[in-house]
C-alpha cells in the first residue's frame, strides 16, 4: 500500500492527454492508453516512459473520448478499444503494428476490458460520454489471433452503467464507480458495487 513511485507519461509529449486504463504483460511492462491523444504509452518495470504506438486511427476528436480500455493476450498482442468510435485495435508487442479488429458489431462505449482464461474478451459498454453507447458487456471470441472477433453474447443492463470487468475466478464481475458524479460535479458517491453478472 505505499507508493513507490510515479512516472511522468507525457513529458516530452505535447497536446493534452489523459491517462486512462493499464495492463501489463508477462514482463511486467506496463501499457497505458492516452484518451485525448493517439498514444498507448509503455512503462518498463525500472520506471522509464515511452511512446510506444502513435497512430492517427487512435485520435480523439475535441470533447470525445478516444482510447479506453486495454486488455493483454500472451500471445504477444495488445487490444484496444476506442470509446467514441466502438472500434477494436490489436497492437503487435514486438512490430508496434496497429490493426482494426474486425467484427460486426459496433461497440460504442466501449470501456474496460479483460480476456478470460480460454482466450475469450470481455468488454464493458457505457453511455457515460456518448449517446451511442448501450449499459452492456459484450464477449467476443477469435480464431485468427484478433485479427477478427465474433460476438458470444452481449448482455444489455438498462438499468445501471458499468465501467469495468474482472474475473478473479470463474465468475465475471462488474464494477460500477459512478464515475459520472464525478464528471457532472455532484456530491461524491459514499456505495459502489462490485456485482456478478452472467453473460452467457
Excluded: C
Excluded at 493476450?73 to 496497429?98: A, Q, W
Excluded at 458470444?152 to 445501471?160: I, K, M, S
Excluded at 474475473?167 to 456530491?187: G, H, I, M, Q, S
Aim: glycine letters at 8%; hydrophobic letters at 40%.
Amino acid at each position: 500500500g505505499q507508493l513507490t513511485r510515479i512516472v511522468d507519461l507525457v513529458k516530452s509529449v505535447p497536446g493534452r492527454h489523459l491517462a486512462n486504463d493499464v495492463v501489463a504483460d508477462s514482463d511486467g511492462n506496463a501499457y497505458v492508453t492516452d484518451s485525448w491523444g493517439p498514444y498507448v504509452y509503455k512503462v518498463t518495470p525500472e520506471g522509464e516512459a515511452s511512446v510506444f504506438v502513435r497512430d492517427a486511427r487512435l485520435r480523439a476528436k475535441q470533447g470525445k473520448v478516444g482510447l479506453d480500455g486495454i486488455a493483454y493476450s500472451p500471445e504477444g498482442y495488445i487490444i484496444v478499444n476506442h470509446y467514441d468510435h466502438g472500434l477494436l485495435y490489436r497492437i503487435d508487442l514486438k512490430s508496434r503494428k496497429v490493426t482494426p479488429v474486425r467484427v460486426r458489431l459496433r461497440m460504442y462505449g466501449a470501456d474496460g476490458m479483460f480476456f478470460d482464461s480460454q482466450g475469450r474478451l470481455y468488454v464493458v459498454q457505457n453511455h457515460l460520454a456518448t449517446p451511442k453507447g448501450h449499459n452492456a458487456v459484450t464477449l467476443l471470441k477469435s480464431r485468427d489471433h484478433w485479427r477478427s472477433a465474433t460476438v458470444v453474447a452481449n448482455r444489455q443492463f438498462p438499468a445501471t452503467q458499468v465501467q469495468g470487468v474482472i474475473l478473479p475466478d470463474k465468475t465475471v464481475y462488474a464494477l460500477r464507480d459512478k464515475l459520472e458524479l464525478l464528471l457532472e460535479k455532484k456530491p461524491d458517491a459514499e456505495t459502489f458495487s462490485i456485482a456478478p453478472i452472467d453473460v452467457k
